[in-house]
C-alpha cells in the first residue's frame, strides 16, 4: 500500500486576519484530506499538532512513506501587501517537483491567486538551499517531499479566497495526490 505522511502547519502562533491560526486551518485541511473516501488506497499518517518541526520530520523519516506533502499559508513582515502560493522543494527533488507541478497551477487556478515568482524562467517550485534559505521539512525528510505555502494569511483577499473555494481545494489536493501516485 502506498504511504503518505501529510503535515501540517503546528504553527499555532500564526494568526490569521480572521483570527484563525495557521496550525487550526492547516489542521483541518489535513483531516479532510485524510477522511476524504478517495484516499482509501493510501495510508496517511498524520503529524500531530503538538509535535515539533524536529520530532515530525523523525517521524516521517522513521515512517517510511512514499511521499511527504506539507501545508502552510504564508505572512510576511509587513502584512496585507503579499499574496500567492508557492511551493518548496529539496534542491533537485524529481518527486517534490512532481507533486508542485500536479498541485500548484490547479490550486492558483481555482482560487485565483498567482503563482509566486511564476516566470517564463521561474519553475513551478522553489528550490531549498537554491538562494541560501534552508526549508527543514523538504531538506531534512527522506522521501520526496515538497512543502505548499497556500496563500498568505494575513492578506484579506487570498483568506477570503481560500475559505471561499475550500471544498474544491480539497478536491485539488486529494485529486492530485492520487494522481502523483498513478492512481
Request: aromatic residues 6%.
Amino acid at each position: 500500500m502506498l504511504k503518505l505522511y501529510l503535515s501540517a502547519s503546528t504553527q499555532e502562533k500564526n494568526i490569521s486576519i480572521d483570527n484563525i491560526t495557521e496550525e487550526d486551518r492547516m489542521q483541518q485541511l489535513a483531516q479532510d484530506i485524510f477522511k476524504h473516501p478517495k484516499m482509501a488506497p493510501i495510508l496517511i499518517k498524520l503529524n500531530n499538532p503538538e509535535m515539533s518541526l524536529n520530532q515530525i520530520i523523525n517521524a516521517s523519516n522513521n515512517w517510511r512513506p512514499d511521499f511527504h506533502l506539507s501545508l502552510h499559508s504564508n505572512a510576511m513582515p509587513k502584512p496585507k501587501i503579499a499574496t500567492g502560493i508557492e511551493a518548496w522543494i529539496c534542491n533537485d527533488s524529481i518527486g517534490g517537483y512532481k507533486m508542485a507541478k500536479i498541485l500548484i497551477p490547479k490550486l492558483s487556478k481555482i482560487m485565483g491567486i498567482k503563482i509566486r515568482g511564476d516566470k517564463d524562467d521561474m519553475p513551478l517550485a522553489k528550490e531549498s538551499r537554491e538562494d541560501g534559505s534552508v526549508v527543514s521539512e523538504v531538506d531534512k525528510t527522506n522521501a520526496p517531499a515538497c512543502l505548499i505555502e497556500l496563500f498568505f494569511h494575513d492578506n484579506t483577499k487570498d483568506v477570503e479566497k481560500f475559505k471561499a473555494k475550500y471544498n474544491e481545494i480539497v478536491e485539488i489536493l486529494v485529486d492530485g495526490i492520487l494522481e502523483y501516485f498513478g492512481l
